[in-house]
């Protein structure tokens, strides 16, 4: 029988899978979770994962994926913003879902991938929503993007066509599964091409390389700061081990970059070392994937390609008509994979579109056919080894601490995470912050990603006639290399 999935307990076949979600299914019928009815999953990839995942669809509900790495107040957020009735803790996960699913009011229940399987319910239509996806955007919170299975399957069958899935290919995943790169593009296209889904239990460059080389893998996605751990250990790796991950590297069929720009310095380094001309591609929570290099044909290192099958795209000025050939303007997206709306936020979703086109935020320019991103519109808006962050949100959440009087966050460019997260503060008066503190306390309230990784203390925010911070003057600061956490800006 074909494998579908690999994980820690090994490998097991689509007819495991499918035994396995009806459990899942079987069990959230008995608690009562009915159609359209939210439910959180803390699972661990794999087996676990797509039981679940799959599991709660065969139960006519709705999937919200929750990540491993956040701690409790961020999980109590998305269970109590989405609304969830029921939360699905993997082997060892229930104790950490206890407090905030019970503050949620969400029951916890195991994933018994042995269970009996019950009756069948009807399957879900393809208007029903399937999963909600939380992304940060200009407002503080994280919102919910609802997916439903018609999105998702425009999003999947153009993948899948684009980039000629077959059941011959075997990913590498190694992305996380609470966003649409692991879920969409790694996952779910993988299950839809019957191929098979291989997962590392984390992303680990060594372990990565070690994969390549021991496994059949075809296809591996990541984000640049993957490419960029992967060099780097390739570069540190002795020869004859680097022979080999070179030969296991250019015997896949394609590898794939996105979710943050890739340097083109990478592409070229990548070329070198692994044979590959990395397949660029730009995508979006909200849109699925949208713009993509080709799989046959030139792909031009600093661009993201050309639109995707059924999707269509244009770039339009501030009024929103359309910019005049090769000029810059802001990035439109329409068609099937398009998201209806964000979760119980009706006026964030009426704001998003434009005409019927989403207004994705990102700014581009087609060069000799070929899009090339330039930035996003909003200063607050930062990607962080590939992880959207809203600096709006990290502020509030600075905010909170008793002794901190002001702050401003920004992203500071950084080869290896693209953007890393950094803060100014200025304390109270009379308080004795320290830097490192602030980290850490920042940390228990904050995915790991987004607590700050450096944090500066300061006097005075820089403000401009309107008494607005001018973040450009904030982002200098943090241009000179880290001196380490604690640092202070005594003069400004
Ligand atoms: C982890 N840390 C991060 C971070 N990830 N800090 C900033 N940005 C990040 N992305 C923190 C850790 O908590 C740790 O803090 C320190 O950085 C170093 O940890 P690490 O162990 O070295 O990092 P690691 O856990 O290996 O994570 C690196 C990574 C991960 C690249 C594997 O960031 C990752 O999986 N990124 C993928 C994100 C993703 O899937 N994005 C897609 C979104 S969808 P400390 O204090 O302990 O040192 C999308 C649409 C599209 O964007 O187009 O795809
Ligand atoms: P998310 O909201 O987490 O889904 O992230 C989507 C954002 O990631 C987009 O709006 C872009 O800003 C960014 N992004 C995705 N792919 C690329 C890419 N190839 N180059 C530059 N930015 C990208």
């Given at each position: 029988a074909?494998?579908?999935?690999?994980?820690?307990?090994?490998?097991?076949?689509?007819?495991r899978?499918?035994?396995?979600?009806a459990?899942?299914?079987?069990r959230?019928?008995?608690a009562?979770?009915?159609?359209?009815?939210?439910?959180?999953?803390?699972?661990t990839?794999?087996?676990?994962?797509?039981?679940?995942l799959?599991g709660?669809w065969?139960a006519?509900?709705v999937?919200?994926?929750?990540?491993?790495?956040?701690?409790?107040p961020e999980?109590?957020?998305?269970?109590?913003?989405?609304?969830?009735?029921a939360?699905?803790?993997?082997?060892?996960?229930?104790?950490?879902?206890?407090?905030?699913a019970?503050t949620?009011?969400a029951?916890?229940?195991?994933?018994?991938?042995e269970?009996p399987?019950?009756?069948e319910?009807?399957?879900?239509?393809a208007a029903?929503?399937a999963?909600?996806?939380?992304?940060?955007g200009?407002?503080s919170?994280?919102k919910?993007?609802?997916?439903t299975?018609?999105h998702?399957?425009?999003?999947?069958g153009s993948l899948?066509?684009?980039?000629?899935w077959?059941?011959d290919?075997?990913?590498l995943?190694?992305?996380p599964?609470?966003?649409?790169h692991?879920?969409?593009n790694?996952?779910?296209?993988?299950?839809?091409?019957?191929?098979?889904?291989?997962?590392l239990?984390?992303f680990?460059?060594s372990?990565a390389?070690?994969?390549f080389?021991?496994?059949p893998?075809?296809l591996?996605?990541?984000?640049?700061?993957?490419?960029?751990?992967?060099?780097?250990?390739?570069?540190?790796?002795?020869?004859?081990?680097?022979?080999?991950w070179?030969?296991?590297?250019?015997?896949?069929?394609?590898?794939?970059?996105?979710s943050?720009?890739?340097?083109?310095?990478?592409?070229?380094r990548?070329?070198e070392?692994?044979?590959?001309?990395?397949?660029?591609?730009?995508?979006?929570?909200?849109?699925?994937m949208?713009l993509?290099?080709?799989?046959?044909g030139?792909r031009?290192?600093?661009?993201?390609?050309?639109?995707?099958?059924?999707?269509?795209?244009?770039?339009v000025d501030?009024?929103?008509?359309?910019?005049?050939?090769?000029?810059?303007?802001?990035?439109?997206i329409?068609?099937?994979?398009?998201f209806?709306e964000?979760?119980?936020?009706?006026?964030?979703?009426?704001?998003?579109?434009?005409d019927?086109?989403?207004?994705?935020?990102?700014?581009?320019?087609v060069?000799?056919?070929?899009?090339?991103?330039?930035?996003?519109?909003?200063?607050?808006?930062l990607?962080?080894?590939?992880?959207?962050?809203?600096?709006?949100?990290?502020?509030?959440?600075?905010?909170?601490?008793?002794?901190?009087?002001e702050?401003?966050v920004?992203?500071?460019?950084?080869?290896?995470?693209?953007?890393?997260?950094?803060?100014?503060?200025?304390?109270a008066?009379?308080?004795?912050?320290?830097?490192?503190?602030?980290?850490?306390?920042?940390?228990?309230?904050l995915?790991?990603?987004?607590a700050?990784?450096?944090v500066?203390?300061?006097?005075?925010?820089?403000r401009?006639?309107?008494g607005?911070?001018?973040?450009p003057?904030?982002?200098?600061?943090?241009?000179?290399?880290?001196t380490?956490a604690?640092?202070t800006?005594?003069?400004?």
């Amino acid at each position: 029988a074909r494998v579908a999935l690999v994980d820690a307990r090994g490998e097991h076949g689509y007819g495991r899978v499918l035994s396995a979600s009806a459990a899942v299914a079987a069990r959230l019928r008995a608690a009562g979770v009915g159609k359209g009815e939210r439910v959180a999953l803390l699972v661990t990839p794999g087996l676990e994962y797509t039981a679940a995942l799959l599991g709660t669809w065969r139960a006519g509900a709705v999937a919200v994926p929750l990540s491993p790495a956040h701690p409790p107040p961020e999980l109590a957020h998305v269970l109590g913003d989405s609304g969830a009735v029921a939360a699905l803790a993997g082997e060892g996960r229930a104790r950490t879902l206890e407090r905030p699913a019970g503050t949620a009011g969400a029951r916890v229940l195991p994933v018994d991938l042995e269970g009996p399987a019950g009756e069948e319910a009807a399957p879900p239509a393809a208007a029903d929503a399937a999963l909600v996806l939380y992304t940060s955007g200009t407002t503080s919170r994280p919102k919910g993007v609802v997916l439903t299975h018609a999105h998702l399957e425009a999003q999947v069958g153009s993948l899948v066509e684009a980039w000629a899935w077959s059941p011959d290919d075997r990913l590498l995943h190694a992305l996380p599964l609470h966003h649409t790169h692991g879920i969409v593009n790694g996952l779910l296209c993988a299950l839809r091409a019957g191929a098979t889904c291989d997962h590392l239990a984390r992303f680990d460059a060594s372990e990565a390389w070690a994969a390549f080389a021991a496994r059949p893998v075809t296809l591996f996605m990541g984000v640049p700061t993957m490419y960029v751990r992967l060099i780097r250990a390739w570069e540190e790796a002795p020869p004859e081990t680097r022979a080999a991950w070179t030969a296991a590297a250019a015997g896949q069929r394609v590898m794939i970059s996105g979710s943050a720009a890739l340097p083109v310095t990478v592409f070229e380094r990548w070329r070198e070392i692994a044979g590959h001309a990395l397949l660029e591609r730009y995508g979006m929570t909200e849109i699925g994937m949208a713009l993509s290099n080709p799989l046959d044909g030139e792909r031009r290192p600093g661009t993201v390609g050309v639109p995707l099958p059924a999707v269509r795209a244009r770039l339009v000025d501030e009024s929103g008509d359309p910019v005049a050939e090769g000029a810059p303007g802001g990035i439109e997206i329409a068609g099937p994979a398009v998201f209806t709306e964000y979760l119980n936020r009706p006026e964030e979703t009426t704001r998003a579109f434009r005409d019927g086109w989403f207004r994705t935020g990102d700014e581009a320019v087609v060069e000799r056919g070929y899009w090339r991103i330039l930035g996003r519109s909003s200063v607050d808006i930062l990607k962080t080894g590939g992880y959207k962050v809203s600096a709006l949100e990290i502020e509030d959440a600075l905010l909170a601490h008793p002794e901190v009087a002001e702050c401003a966050v920004v992203g500071a460019p950084d080869p290896e995470w693209g953007e890393r997260v950094c803060a100014a503060v200025v304390a109270a008066p009379g308080a004795a912050l320290e830097p490192d503190a602030l980290r850490a306390w920042a940390k228990e309230r904050l995915a790991p990603y987004k607590a700050p990784a450096r944090v500066l203390l300061v006097r005075a925010l820089p403000r401009n006639a309107m008494g607005k911070v001018t973040k450009p003057t904030v982002r200098g600061w943090f241009e000179a290399p880290a001196t380490g956490a604690s640092e202070t800006k005594e003069e400004e």
